[in-house]
C-alpha cells in the first residue's frame, strides 16, 4: 500500500497521502503546517514541522500504595468514564468513602498537576509521547486507553499497550517511551490508566501544539500595534 512519509516530525501513512490528494483537488490549503497561525501556541516550535523542539513537558507521579489495582482518568470531559478517579494533585480518592478511601497519591513536576489540568480545560493540547518508568517492569503491560466523547454517538476508546514499544534488546525492562500521533487532552477526550498494587509509575509527557484563543489574542494585537506603527510612520513621511 506503499511508505509513510516523514515531513521533520509529521509522520505520513499512505492513506493520509492519498487523503492529501483528494483534499487538495477539492480545494483547500496545501501548505498548511501550522506556521503564523494565530490560534496556534507551540512552545518553542515554529510549526508541526518542528512540533518535537515545543519544549512542553511535563511529568506525572504515580504511586498507588494500596493492595488493589487503582484507576485514573487525566482530566474531565463531557461524560467522564465509570469507575475512574479524576487526576489531580495530592491524595486521589479511587474507591471507597466515609473513613474507608483507598487512595493514589499524585504529583505533578514542575508544576502541580492541577496547574496543568486548568490549561487543558480551556486549551485543548496535543500529547506527542509518553516516556514510562516503573517500579516494577509487569506494569508496563497496562493498556493506556484514549477516550473520546461526544453528545451525538457513544464514546469511543482506543488503546496501546506499552511493553509493546520496547525494543526486544533493552537492557531496561522498566522503561518505555511510547509515540503517539493523535491523542488530544481536551473537553471531549482524556487518557485513561490503571496502576497496579504497590506500584510507582512517572510518565514524562511530551506536549505540542494547543488550540489558544488567549495567546491568538495577543497575537492579532502585536500585530495590530505593527500596523498601526507602520501607518503612523507612513504619514509622517508624507
Not at 474507591?95 to 480551556?122: F, M, Q
Not at 471531549?188 to 496502576?195: F, M, Q
Amino acid at each position: 500500500m506503499g511508505k509513510k512519509g516523514i515531513l521533520g516530525d509529521i509522520e505520513i501513512t499512505p492513506k493520509e497521502m492519498q487523503d492529501a490528494l483528494h483534499a487538495n483537488a477539492d480545494g483547500g490549503d496545501p501548505n498548511y503546517i501550522g506556521l503564523n497561525d494565530d490560534t496556534l501556541n507551540l512552545g518553542e516550535a515554529k510549526s508541526f514541522v518542528d512540533e518535537g523542539d515545543a519544549n512542553r513537558v511535563f511529568t506525572i507521579r504515580l504511586h498507588n500504595g494500596t493492595d488493589n489495582t487503582q484507576k485514573i482518568q487525566f482530566n474531565k470531559i463531557l461524560e467522564d468514564a465509570a469507575n475512574h478517579a479524576l487526576l489531580k494533585e495530592g491524595h486521589v480518592v479511587t474507591t471507597g468513602a466515609s473513613g474507608s478511601e483507598k487512595y493514589l497519591d499524585a504529583e505533578g513536576d514542575p508544576r502541580s498537576l492541577d496547574v496543568l489540568l486548568e490549561l487543558i480545560k480551556h486549551t485543548p493540547i496535543r500529547v506527542r509521547s509518553i516516556i514510562f518508568n516503573v517500579s516494577d517492569a509487569s506494569q508496563l503491560g497496562e493498556p493506556l486507553k484514549y477516550r473520546k466523547e461526544t453528545p451525538f454517538m457513544t464514546g469511543s476508546t482506543e488503546q496501546i499497550i506499552p511493553s509493546n514499544f520496547q525494543n526486544q534488546n533493552t537492557n531496561n525492562t522498566k522503561t518505555v517511551e511510547v509515540s503517539l500521533k493523535k491523542w488530544i487532552l481536551g473537553y471531549d477526550s482524556t487518557i485513561l490508566y490503571a496502576i497496579r498494587s504497590g506500584v510507582s509509575v512517572d510518565m514524562t509527557i511530551s506536549f505540542g501544539a494547543s488550540f489558544d484563543p488567549a495567546n491568538a489574542l495577543r497575537k492579532k494585537y502585536d500585530a495590530a500595534v505593527i500596523a498601526a506603527a507602520k501607518y503612523f510612520a507612513r504619514t509622517q513621511q508624507a
